[in-house]
């Protein structure tokens, strides 16, 4: 079972660990990281914005350089209702190049443990998450360019960023 934002377990929103939940309420905004920014952290980052999180959003890769959004990244983020023009306005970033460097105060969230490494040897100071700590979870979502399993990875997406949604409000 999964404990819940409202104490309750089953289905629903699930509450965040508490040292992401504390990492999240000193935040200045976040930044997701994922190989090349074209689907994790890129999905990440549009369906955070769709859903109104409370803080400064962002995304890059750490590994590769991508010049679009890979076409099940829209697809995912379409069904879900973001909008159209965010995602084709969207353009992937390398980590290297996002301007301004990150932040001391702003929240890393890596789909992995060597995207939060590279963050750090990168330059980036400040607190390093795995995503699917927002689940409750110290697992790492793999990359389903390489291991296949779109759909399953948007679906934890889709669930970790519900989760952090009101996890980043100052009353929470």
Do not use: K
């Not at 190989?35 to 999180?53: D, P, Q, T």
């Not at 890393?108 to 998450?129: F, K, N, W």
């Not at 779109?150 to 934890?156: C, I, L, Q």
């Amino acid at each position: 079972m999964v404990e819940h934002a409202d104490g309750a377990s089953g289905e629903g929103v699930p509450r965040v660990s508490a040292a992401l939940s504390e990492a999240l309420q000193s935040a200045s905004g976040i930044l997701f990281l994922c190989s090349g920014n074209m689907i994790r952290s890129a999905f990440a980052e549009l369906f955070a914005r769709h859903l109104g999180i409370a803080l400064p959003v962002r995304s890059a890769g750490t590994t590769y350089s991508n010049t679009r959004i890979h076409v099940e990244t829209a697809r995912a983020l379409t069904a879900r209702g973001v909008v159209g023009e965010w995602i084709r306005e969207f353009r992937p970033r390398h980590m290297d190049d996002i301007e301004p460097a990150p932040r001391p105060d702003e929240l890393v969230i890596g789909m992995t443990r060597a995207h939060l490494a590279d963050a750090r040897a990168r330059g980036a100071q400040g607190p390093g998450r795995l995503m699917l700590e927002a689940l409750g979870e110290t697992l790492e979502i793999a990359d389903p360019f390489f291991e296949g399993g779109f759909e399953r990875t948007f679906a934890e997406l889709t669930r970790c960023v519900e989760a952090l949604v009101p996890a980043t409000r100052r009353d929470a």
